[in-house]
């Protein structure tokens, strides 16, 4: 009998239930209703089991803070809000509901219900299987009947199911907009859905929706771990470790590949090794367990995937009823640096392997420079104008019905090619700059953050009601670059606006909006004919009158000086994002990327010119009176003495790389160099970071460190020291007079004789 499993658990909705089944067939609106009955009564039994205080909010507002808290998963929020949206439509309307919608919804309460008894009331339970409903007395043939049933299954595919039904899942989804009220857009419910806070965020294997499948993007390190699991198809025994840091797509790829593939079939999956299923044992402790066929005396064969963040392996190999039981894990862990900055994207033994996504870069590096392709990738998904775009079908419909908002215009900034590829290389910039680490999930939140203003309705947004000044400050360009308070990402960009940094390109904008009266001359020179664009601008072309003296009077003296700026930022801003105008910053990352290619691959041109470009700036940091010497002691002395430089590089460790497109490499340059005294290490070793570099770079370019700088750079200065004082340049001196610019040179012989000679 239909839900009979609630009955002894639950009178309540056991007779809610059994209203749904007597009634799917005779008045499909009535189940409906009923079925939202059912959700409700469920709802607030919810509430109070976690002790959660309602403050009269509606249904909607109560599952959205139950799934907030992670009562439960996706599935079930689904579920749930499928029921409430036609549940309502059925009580209000009466119409738009239809004996599929009564079916499904007839499922979803047995699953429901299923659920809430398994979890809450009784954890060990048969619960028969789903049957579907028959009609008691009809004049439909039964064939009929189960027609629509299976018509049924395939109108609802877009619909997440709960993860115990995923057989039921059909493959082939189609991205759909569901109905909104009049007056909300369905551009920002899609670009909701890109936050951190949103349901997409999260990933379940079994829940992989037609939104997400569409939002794949495919990377190398898939390609490596599907190649792996076809290599070890015949294998009975496999352990896979999928490591790297929160939001970086592990889960999503299990999910992916789950979907899309039967390649993990053979495979027991752990999604999330942070999940503890038994209230008595932690997190390791769970692990522990699930883990217990790879103990070292186990004899048992099992062939699994294991979903985990380095902490928790971290945690996990230095447990120590670990140490002694699982010693192969632990030593596979161990030897291969899994948790060094250079470890590999793949490491592998007989039965066990790694595949480490914080080893994998988000961008690319080659001869010609840095390729920001992942995150151009996800930006283009987001903006490409076709038909199985969620976004841009979003956007269409808001156009069709009329509504035109600040976040429309950004959407279409943003659909420009070379937007999308700056804004991703700004994102490499400061996770080499920084060392901010930008997750896939928190790259999607920025994107967000960049199209939609904050605390704003649609209507205060619409294009009609802003002012020309309001535009900009809601445009993409102002909310890149002055919204340092919403994220770390965002904080870490603003540093890199445009504006910080005065260029020629700079001045001439400034002076031509300040002495020119050529306004639409200035905006084709600097943005182009991209209409999307300078339609932002075109309003403030009436401040700039048309005639050859610029009297005191006219339209742009009405503009303050905060108005101005606001205007030539904004300007510069979109310039820049369109390759049209450099800056001195963009230079510096030009070279330290060239750097940093030819280290990684370990070329000898390539380390040799950074040893010449370090060897350069030691000269000009320390200063010198001839070739090969450098100052030791203060400018300010009587004397300045200058001792030979001795740079001797050692061979490095680091492996050569034949790809000439890296997609895993180190994020810092770090040399050896010889030392000839006794006692002293070998290994005099400088580590150079963007940070570093960017400081060098400037003294090479001729610029005069300060006391600051000697601070920031308080390494570098420790290892010229360092290289001095290990140097075999100890033995030969020059000596510089300040009075008589006479130098002198002062040297220690082979058998400890010193000479003196006027040079």
């Known amino acids: 009998m239909y839900c009979n499993f609630l009955k002894k658990n639950n009178e309540q909705l056991y007779n809610t239930s059994q209203q749904v089944d007597q009634l799917v067939f005779v008045n499909a609106p009535s189940a409906l209703v009923q079925a939202r009955v059912f959700v409700e ?54 119409i738009d509901v239809s004996l599929l919608d009564a079916l499904h919804a007839h499922r979803l309460v047995y699953r429901l219900g299923r659920w809430y008894v398994t979890k809450y009331l009784v954890k060990e339970i048969e619960v028969p299987e789903y049957e579907d409903p028959k009609p008691k007395q009809t004049s439909i043939d039964p064939e009929d009947i189960q027609k629509m049933i299976s018509e049924k299954l395939a109108a609802f595919k877009n619909i997440t199911p709960l993860a115990e039904d995923k057989q039921n899942i059909v493959k082939e989804e189609k991205i759909s907009l569901e109905e909104l009220p009049a007056g909300e857009s369905y551009l920002v419910k ?95 402790q769970t692990l522990v367990s699930k883990l217990k066929t790879f103990k070292d005396d186990s004899t048992e064969n099992e062939k699994m995937i294991v979903a985990i963040n380095l902490g928790v392996l971290n945690n996990f190999i230095h447990k120590e009823d670990v140490l002694g039981s699982y010693s192969q894990i632990v030593n596979f862990v161990n030897e291969n640096g899994i948790f060094n900055e250079d470890a590999n994207l793949h490491e592998e033994n007989d039965w066990i392997s790694t595949f480490n996504f914080s080893a994998h870069q988000p961008f690319t590096l080659s001869e010609e420079g840095l390729h920001a392709k992942y995150f151009e990738k996800i930006t283009y998904k987001i903006a490409d104008s076709n038909n199985e775009n969620p976004f841009y079908l979003a956007y269409k419909k808001d156009m069709e019905l009329g509504l035109n908002t600040m976040v429309h215009v950004n959407y279409e900034i943003i659909m420009n090619k070379d937007i999308q590829s700056n804004i991703a290389k700004l994102i490499s910039k400061i996770i080499l700059k920084n060392k901010v680490v930008v997750s896939t999930r928190a790259y999607l939140n920025f994107l967000s953050d960049i199209l939609i203003p904050d605390d704003l309705s649609i209507e205060e947004l619409k294009i009609e009601k802003l002012t020309e000044f309001e535009r900009l400050k809601y445009s993409l360009f102002y909310l890149l670059f002055e919204r340092e308070n919403r994220s770390s990402i965002l904080k870490s960009i603003a540093v890199l606006d445009p504006i910080n940094f005065r260029t020629d390109e700079f001045d001439k904008i400034m002076n031509r909006l300040y002495n020119s009266n050529d306004f639409n001359g200035l905006l084709l020179e600097t943005i182009g004919d991209n ?46 994002l369109l390759s049209e105008i450099t800056i001195q910053e963009d230079e510096v990352f030009r070279q330290y990327i060239r750097f940093l290619y030819g280290y990684n691959r370990q070329t000898p041109s390539g380390v040799n010119d950074i040893i010449k470009f370090i060897k350069s700036v030691i000269v000009r940091w320390k200063g010198s009176p001839i070739r090969d010497f450098v100052y030791i002691n203060k400018l300010t002395d009587n004397y300045r003495v200058a001792q030979k430089l001795f740079m001797k590089p050692k061979r490095n460790t680091k492996k050569a790389n034949v790809n000439t497109e890296l997609e895993a490499f ?76 006479n130098l002198y040179k002062l040297t220690k012989g082979y058998i400890d004789e010193i000479s003196f000679e006027r040079i």
């Open 531 to 576: 209409r999307h664009i300078t339609k932002l601008f075109d309003s403030f072309s009436g401040y700039f009158v048309s005639s050859n003296v610029v009297s005191e009077d006219s339209r742009q003296s009405e503009l303050s000086d905060e108005q101005l700026n606001l205007v030539s930022a904004n300007i510069l801003r979109a310039s820049y």
């Open 190 to 284: 899609e670009i909701n859905r890109l936050k951190a806070s949103s349901r997409e965020a999260l990933e379940n294997p079994g829940e992989f929706s037609a939104f997400k499948k569409y939002m794949h993007v495919k990377r190398k390190i898939q390609e490596d771990l599907e190649k792996k699991l076809e290599k070890d198809k015949g294998k009975d025994k496999s352990l896979i470790l999928l490591v790297g840091s929160v939001g970086d797509g592990k889960s999503h790829l299990l999910s992916y590949l789950q979907e899309e593939t039967s390649i993990l079939d053979s495979y027991t999956i752990i999604n999330d090794a942070t999940e503890s299923e038994d209230p008595s044992k932690d997190s390791i």
């Open 666 to 741: 180190n994020r810092t340059i770090t040399l050896f160099f010889e030392s000839n005294v006794e006692n002293v290490p070998n290994d005099i070793s400088l580590e150079i970071d963007y940070t570093l570099f960017s400081t060098m770079f400037k003294v090479n370019m001729g610029y005069r460190p300060n006391n600051q700088d000697s601070e920031d750079c308080l390494t570098f200065l420790k290892f010229i020291n360092e290289l001095l004082r290990c140097s075999p340049g100890q033995a030969e001196f020059i000596i510089h007079h300040h009075e008589n610019k």
């Open 41 to 94: 009564a469920l709802v607030n039994m919810l509430m109070r089991e976690e002790k959660l205080d309602d403050y009269n909010m509606g249904l909607k507002q109560k599952i959205e803070k139950l799934s907030r808290k992670e009562v439960f998963k996706d599935g079930v929020f689904s579920g749930m809000d499928f029921i409430r949206v036609k549940g309502n439509k059925a009580a209000h309307e009466g």
